[in-house]
């Protein structure tokens, strides 16, 4: 067991893909997730965030290339096994079912005959919809529905999630919330999470992040590394840059001020 | 569900099944029973009762399986085309009056139709190794109206009393039922409901899309298709058994849900009884109103389901806002 904490969790190694006859949407793709981080996908609309997500997450398959999760060829793994390692979140806006909030956040537990330790009730706790379990999703907010789902995520106890703009429809309060609580289920249970954002601000916060632009990565590291001035202008084609205050913390200067 | 509610369902359709056993066109005292009118419910009633609630169930299922697994809450059983396929197919057997397979000439020709238009709306259905909602709805519309152009066509060319019973059977033909049809029902309706309750989870998931239902540990190709063969089971044993009933496929469910929620695990065998009771219902309507002629069973659910179905239409939060 003791290479297991060496090991990446997830591991994609050349991976290109393409829809049948047409231009790749990923080219040479090559990064892993080690256990326990946290990545956030940072791009321009139709950058790929997206088709990245999907590949990881088993949805879409490479065209050439290969992707690894706990060092097994990702495709080998049979449905219910692979849900119980890797979550995936798609971008949920336009989605209406017609389910109660409990019933939705109960899906989660689908992959399990016997179910893991954390409840229905705490999962709804956590996102802040105990006391609105019995609504139906239609009748919810935007950001509510987006918290339903995400209690889902966290019933389903994945140790690695893969979101697609999890918190684009939060208010900033939640968006807060949401974000602390993956970092105190990344403490306490040793989650992975990659999060694809257009929001820079955000991203900022991660320890880590990868840039990318046409399917390619642009750069993968720490924030204050990659999100320069070169990197920024060609991933968006805005002048954007990350400047450092004085007391420490950091701040987006925008435009070609000084 | 509460127990409530479960209670209330399984009063209600006991109640029915047991009204349409015992009154109708004669009246039988369930606790006399004499010579003919023992006949009569035992070689006439019960089987025609079972065979009602045979089909009503498998076409409320089949209508709350396809509304989920096509997320399309207007779906049901027959916009597939597999009742256009099994109608041309009957029809034909009964305007031409070639009885082969003596009385069974009817239910196997409808099987035979039905099975038919399931496989090619399932074939024009699928692309790229996976059967497309979109696709299948479009594909079961467009044979639709090849079919029934077809059915047309046979009934304007033949004679008047094969389109009397074409047509008869066309809306849903109970009286044709007894004991000798119903052990081929049962068996592909009930292998039909076994594939749909024991995978109730899965169209939950599907209900979210393909991407979740992905993520939640289901292959939403593999479970589509497994559902699609459970529908066309069903649906090609229900019109097999007598006619093309509509409304039940696509009225059912939705009350279903109006009344206990989304829940497939719920909705599923829920929609199995209440579909069976009301046609039960309907069938027991059409053969009091005015004895000794019966209005066929389709004309009554489609009689109170054509409005209801309007007033769905009209109030969208039932179909989701």
Known sequence: MSSVHNQPILELGGVDFRYFRTEPLIRDMTFSVENGEFIGLLGANGSGKSTILKLASGILKPSVGHIKLWGKELASYGNRDRAKLLCYLPQLLDINVPFKVRELAGMGLYPYDIPPEISVDEALDLVGLLDKSESYLANLSGGERQRAFIAM???????LLLLDEPLANLDIKYQLEIHRLLKKLKDTKNISVIMALHDVNIALQFEKVMLIKDGRVLGIGRPENILNRDLMKEAFDVSIEIRKQNGGGTYLNYGDNP | MSKIKLFLLAVTSASIFLASLFFGQNTINPFNLQGTEKEILLSIRLPRVLVAFLMGSALGVSGAVLQGMLRNPLADPYILGISSGAALAAAFGLVTGSYVLGKFTIPFAAFFGASIVSILVGAFGWKKGRLLPERLLLAGVGLSFLFYALLMLLISVSSYEGIRRA??????????????????????????????????????????????????????????????????LMTSASVSLGGTIGFIGLLVPHIVRFVIGADNSSVIPVSAVSGGAFLCGADLIGRSIAPPMEIPSGIITAVIGSPYFLYLLRKKDVLGS
Do not use: C
Request: hydrophobic letters at 55%.
């Open chain 2, 167 to 232: 047509v008869l059977w066309i809306f849903g033909d109970l009286s044709i039922a007894d004991w000798s049809l119903i052990p081929y029902g049962l068996v592909f309706i009930l292998s039909g409901m076994y594939i749909s309750i024991s995978r109730s989870k899965a169209l939950n998931a599907l209900m979210l899309g393909d991407d979740l239902a992905h993520s939640l540990g289901f292959s939403a190709r593999r479970e589509r298709l497994l559902f699609f063969v459970s529908v066309a």
């Open chain 1, 153 to 159: 995520t966290l019933l389903q106890g994945a140790g």
